[in-house]
């Protein structure tokens, strides 16, 4: 596992490292020379400085491939573990319930009387 670090942290400075060559290469517009670098070619020579950051941008975009797939690789394998290995399946999901079915109402013993209906006393003229 530590191979993976190790390897994921030179991959991430091979990245800024292609970055930079690829930022500091001359432009076919010269826009370098728009944006006050127009003397950076001094240093390298006319034909020298396009030379060293061509290597350079081939040995860089070289090793980012093959730091790609070497991560994609090393991180397949790793993969056999599980975060989820100590938590429990989950169970099926609960099937909707079936409306309530009205129970009947118990019926009368059949030695009881029937209650009689209740009257109300007749209204008095005044």
């Known amino acids: 596992m530590i191979l993976y670090y190790l390897l994921s942290t030179v991959y991430v400075l091979v990245c800024f490292m ?3 060559v690829v930022l500091l290469q001359q432009g076919k517009g010269d826009m370098a020379a ?17 030379t060293l950051l061509s290597k350079a941008t081939a040995v860089l975009a070289v090793l ?3 730091g790609a797939l070497a991560l994609a690789i090393i991180g397949q394998r790793g993969s056999s573990g599980s975060l989820m290995t100590g938590t429990p399946a989950p169970s099926a999901p609960a099937q909707p319930s079936a ?3 009205p129970t009947p109402t118990p019926a009368a013993p059949a030695n ?4 009689a209906p209740r009257q109300t006393p007749p209204a008095q003229p005044k």
């Open 99 to 101: 409306p309530p079915v």
């Open 112 to 115: 009881s009387t029937p209650a």
């Open 18 to 20: 292609l970055l930079l």
């Open 64 to 66: 980012f491939m093959i």
């Open 34 to 50: 728009a944006f006050g670098g127009g003397g950076s070619q001094s240093a390298f020579g006319a034909r020298g400085g396009a």
